[in-house]
């Protein structure tokens, strides 16, 4: 076998196995993992009085999969949040919103940044979120920092402090009424939210 055929085999072979694997990391089936993914919001309660009163409300659970195309789908549902052991037994003109789909959360991820990090490494994306609520729809802008814990193991963060317009918030029908049900006639301006969630490769 001359020279010249024997690099063209081993570099076919070498470029094979470079598909092979890139192949395999554009295939990864990244899924958030609801028992390790929440969003943790302080809500101020402005009183009648003026007095402010923060709480700390969580929405637990969440899960979506990654698409092909990195599409990330968010549907959040009442019975993700802690909202039902404050309330305890809704209405019964309620109950029919514990498994129904309050809002959708829609986003873009970048699936071969995330899978290009080595263990221990760590990137900032910016993501627009888009929500849809009752055909409202809108966007959002959020620094997002992934961290590789493990092959199978992405940590999801916020970058940067992030707080979701309070204002906005009281606009919504269903949420001035959960929020009226747990007592908040009025809310401060800004609700702070800490997001902690993790993509695992199944």
């Not at 309070?166 to 929020?179: A, D, E, P, S």
């Amino acid at each position: 076998m001359s020279s010249n055929t024997l690099l063209r085999r081993v570099a076919g072979v070498v470029l094979l196995s470079a598909a092979s694997a890139f192949a395999g990391v554009a295939q990864a089936a990244w899924q958030m993992d609801p028992n390790h993914s929440k969003v943790t919001a302080e809500v101020t309660e402005i009183t009648s009085s003026g007095q402010r009163i923060p709480h700390q409300h969580a929405l637990q659970r969440m899960e979506g999969e990654i698409s092909a195309d990195g599409t990330l789908r968010l549907p959040v549902r009442l019975n993700q949040t802690d909202l039902l052991d404050r309330l305890g037994q809704l209405p019964p003109w309620m109950s029919s919103l514990t498994n129904s789909t309050l809002v959708t959360v829609v986003t873009q991820l970048p699936p071969e940044r995330i899978n290009s990090l080595r263990v221990g490494q760590s990137t900032v994306e910016v993501l627009k979120l888009r929500t849809d609520a009752n055909g409202e729809q809108r966007q959002e802008r959020l620094p997002v920092r992934f961290t590789r814990e493990a092959e199978d193991r992405v940590r999801v963060r916020n970058a940067e402090p992030v707080s979701l317009d309070g204002k906005q918030l009281m606009k919504n029908g269903t949420v001035r009424t959960i929020l009226s049900l747990l007592g908040y006639q009025q809310i401060g301006d800004e609700v702070p939210v800490t997001l902690d969630a993790l993509l695992v490769d199944r």
